[in-house]
């Protein structure tokens, strides 16, 4: 039987949140967009690590292999200063890369700050998980997830996590099901196929 919720692991990797310099405002903001946005019920792992490789990929590999995780998103770690390395440790531990998500993330951002391009969010799929490096300001995290919309609320470019459940969809397999997610439209609307019908 298919599972009813989805568990999701929150990764906010800083070296000053991690040592208590300033408070963690990462991980905060994503349950707070996940809350607004899924329709389907989730559980979370959430974890607040430094910019070190090793730890990252470490914290990747334990929240799918051993904490069944089926989709991660990160915040932090992704521009060009030598501490950022969450692109590495997420390729690191990567079965395969999707591009696309990390072309129009920099697409969304670029409408708001040329700076968009230093950015070099990667996303990959471990296993069964896809795996989300986000952006680090909360504005910028909102934004990338739900896209560019006009003042009347019709979507003007389409939000990274429009296809994250039918990406989800395209991962299960037999002897592992995945939930069928269905988010609130007025934040973001999941798209599938016609051919792609609820379980």
């Known amino acids: 039987m298919t599972k009813q919720f989805i568990k999701i692991g929150l990764i906010s990797i800083s070296d ?48 799918v292999d051993f904490q069944d995780c089926q989709l991660i998103l990160t915040t932090g770690g992704t521009g060009p200063a030598l501490r950022d390395v969450t692109p590495e440790a997420t390729l690191a531990v990567a079965d395969k890369e999707m591009p696309g998500f990390g072309e129009q993330m920099r697409q969304i951002s670029l409408n708001f700050v040329p700076t968009a391009i230093l950015s070099r969010q990667v996303a990959v799929v471990r296993k069964q998980c896809l795996i989300i490096n986000l952006p680090g300001q909360p504005k910028a995290i909102a934004q990338t997830l739900e896209g ?46 016609k051919s792609a019908s609820k379980n």
């Open 16 to 63: 000053r949140a991690s040592n208590g310099v300033y408070e963690d405002k990462g991980i905060p903001s994503l349950k707070e967009w996940l809350t607004n946005a899924l329709v389907t019920p989730f559980s979370l792992e959430t974890r607040l690590i430094a910019d070190e490789q090793s730890e990252i990929e470490s914290t990747l590999i334990d929240l």
């Open 148 to 193: 560019l919309k006009d003042e009347s609320g019709k979507t003007l470019v389409h939000g990274i996590f429009a296809a994250v459940p039918y990406c989800l969809d395209l991962l299960a397999t037999p002897d592992k099901p995945m939930p069928f997610i269905e988010t609130n439209e007025a934040i973001v609307k999941a798209f599938r196929p």
